[in-house]
């Protein structure tokens, strides 16, 4: 009984090749169809209709990679995608990641394998050359992190708005040494850098200088420290500084209540001897009463999610990027201006 392996040696053709003429996909050009198809008649080639089937069936799955289960942004990102699916009747596979890049490979075989029909991006661990050789065994969508190489669908929020917006404010608020705590050196992404460069030109457009030592690499999940112990621990090195900042734009709410919850143990008084700005909007922000970013996570979830849909489905889309807008929430942590320090 013939097999593909026969076709291959008869025709000179690779074995993807001569499996995406049997699946009639439409990337291969009508020379090697013909090739394959009459050695196919020649050799009394049958393809395993069972297998074949299989191959092209959906799976109803779609896997979501996540970097850490236990940060309630991802959480509340991912509850709001799987309320999505469960109303689109597909299932979600968590894939956390723990930011290894490994791991993250290891999960894109899940799209490779077709054992998920496509997969959710919230954060990237490799490089995109990396990445973007997944992109041929379906569809991947970006959400929440992005990148200026990927050539694929995204959905994110306009960081750099958001941390304009948060500086902004502070310097209204008549703060005028600002620290900013911002992403990771080992892991460089599109999302800190637009951070930093929102922080930077709301400093620009009201003449203050950047000062280098204010500017923190984000120190949660070092050494096994939560973001909240970071914060703390953020606050306990401005303290020991000698030229130290009034205010701190933080990368997220749970550093930014470290920092309240510390300032309280040091003596100090929020926002008179330091004000501080979180990221998010979780739920932890309204306890702490920490002025915020709110980020539009059950927006983001829903379009994400919709938009893999239709790439599943092969549907046109028009828009590959998708930047939706960030809000300020201001609360007491923010509000006392430095001239009213007594």
């Known amino acids: 009984m013939a097999t593909i392996k026969d076709v291959v040696k008869m025709t000179g053709i690779s ?6 003429v049997i699946n009639n996909d439409p990337h291969v050009s009508e020379e090697k169809k013909r090739r394959v198809l009459e050695a196919m008649e020649l050799l009394n080639y049958t393809p395993n209709s069972a297998a074949q089937s299989l191959r092209s069936q959906k799976t109803n799955t779609i896997a979501v990679l996540i970097p850490e289960l236990t940060n309630p942004f991802f959480a509340h990102l991912l509850d709001r995608i799987d309320v999505a699916a469960l109303e689109n009747n597909l299932q979600l596979l968590v894939c956390q990641t723990r930011y290894d890049k490994k791991k993250e490979l290891q999960f894109l075989e899940l799209l490779k394998t077709k054992q998920v029909d496509g997969i959710i991006l919230t954060s990237l661990e490799n490089d995109w050359e990396f990445i973007s050789t997944y992109t041929s065994f379906g569809p991947i969508v970006l959400c929440n992190e992005y990148s200026e190489e990927a050539q694929i669908s995204v959905v994110h929020a306009d960081q750099l708005y958001g941390s304009y917006i948060g500086t902004k404010h502070l310097i209204e608020q008549g ?25 930077q030109k709301a400093l620009e457009e009201f003449g203050l200088p950047l000062c280098k030592e204010w500017i923190f690499q984000d120190i949660s999940n070092m050494d096994g420290r939560t973001p909240f112990e970071g914060g703390r621990q953020l606050l306990r090195k401005i303290v020991s500084m000698k030229d130290r900042p009034d205010a701190i734009f933080t990368g997220s709410d749970q550093v930014g209540a470290g920092i309240i919850f510390e300032a309280k143990v040091l003596g100090l008084h929020i926002p008179s001897d330091i004000a501080v700005i979180g990221f998010d909007d979780q739920e932890i922000a309204a306890t702490f009463d920490l002025t915020t970013i709110r980020q539009p996570l059950r927006e983001m979830g829903e379009l994400t999610l919709k ?5 599943i489905n092969q549907k046109e889309v028009s828009q590959r990027v998708i930047k939706l807008p960030l809000e300020l929430v201001v609360r007491n942590s923010t509000k006392v201006c430095p001239k009213e320090k007594v």
């Open 15 to 20: 074995r993807s090749t001569v499996s995406r």
């Open 175 to 199: 703060y005028h040494n600002i620290a900013l705590c911002c992403g990771n050196d080992e892991r460089p992404s599109m999302l800190g850098k637009d951070r930093l460069a929102g922080y």
């Open 307 to 311: 938009r893999l849909i239709d790439l």
